[in-house]
Structures are given as structure tokens and as C-alpha cells.
């Protein structure tokens, strides 16, 4: 419990040893969503997410491609324990009053730029849940 409460803190996901891939593979298992629409949330075409979620591919998300993988999975490790798949689905997709009205979807654009207000979010739902 106490290693669960140091890597929120800490901003750390339980994915950190985990390879990219294997992050795109979680996302679609978790998110229950279609390809095509992972890939819209992760700014790619239905094709690349295939080769990624693919055993015989070796293709794997690069530069913005890994950030924005790598972010996404952080997040949705944050919501996964208060949200269903569709409420996780729904928190990237609606308009945030603390992100002046954008989505935080429209923010993955730029994942570095916007990475530590999206966990804190992410993070502050979680802890919103337990209070």
C-alpha cells in the first residue's frame, strides 16, 4: 500500500518497467474501446495501432508517439480505479474547467507540454473518489 501511495506522489505509473507495446496493449484491454478509436485518442491511424498491438510487428510508438502512449497509460491508471472504461472515455472527451475549457484529449497534441496538468487531473479525480 505504502509502494501504491509513493508512486502517485510521485507521479510514477505501475507501467514504468513495462515496454510501449505492451502499453498499447493494456490501453485497448482496459479502454474497451475500437482501434480506431484508440488511435484517435492517441493521435495515430487505426493501421499503426494495429502494428503496435501486433506480436509479429516490431513497430513501437517513437518521439511524440511513446510520450503520448506513456501519458495516456498514466492517466488511465489514475481513472481505471474510480471511472468504468466508457467514464475514462468520456474524461479525456469533455471540456475542462481547469484546462479553460479544452479536453484533455485536444492537450495530448502536446503530450510534454501538457503532461503534469493532465496527471494532476487524473490524479486529483482519484483522490476526489477515496475523500
Given at each position: 500500500m505504502r509502494?501504491?501511495?509513493?508512486d502517485v506522489v510521485e507521479g510514477r505509473s505501475v507501467h514504468d518497467d513495462v515496454e510501449l507495446k505492451d502499453r498499447v496493449r493494456w490501453l485497448a484491454n482496459i479502454l474497451h474501446v475500437p482501434q480506431a478509436e484508440l488511435a484517435e485518442l492517441l493521435f495515430t491511424n487505426q493501421r499503426q495501432i494495429q502494428r503496435w498491438l501486433s506480436t509479429t510487428d516490431q513497430a513501437e510508438p517513437r518521439g511524440d508517439d511513446a510520450w503520448r502512449?506513456?501519458?495516456v497509460a498514466r492517466i488511465v491508471n489514475h481513472l481505471r480505479h474510480v471511472m468504468t472504461a466508457q467514464g475514462v472515455i468520456y474524461w479525456f472527451e469533455s471540456p475542462h474547467p481547469d484546462l479553460k475549457g479544452e479536453t484533455?484529449?485536444?492537450l495530448l497534441k502536446e503530450p510534454t507540454e501538457h503532461a503534469g496538468a493532465l496527471i494532476r487531473l487524473a490524479s486529483g479525480a482519484r483522490s476526489h473518489?477515496?475523500?
Open positions: 509502494q501504491a501511495v509513493r502512449v506513456d501519458l484533455p484529449a485536444s473518489a477515496a475523500s
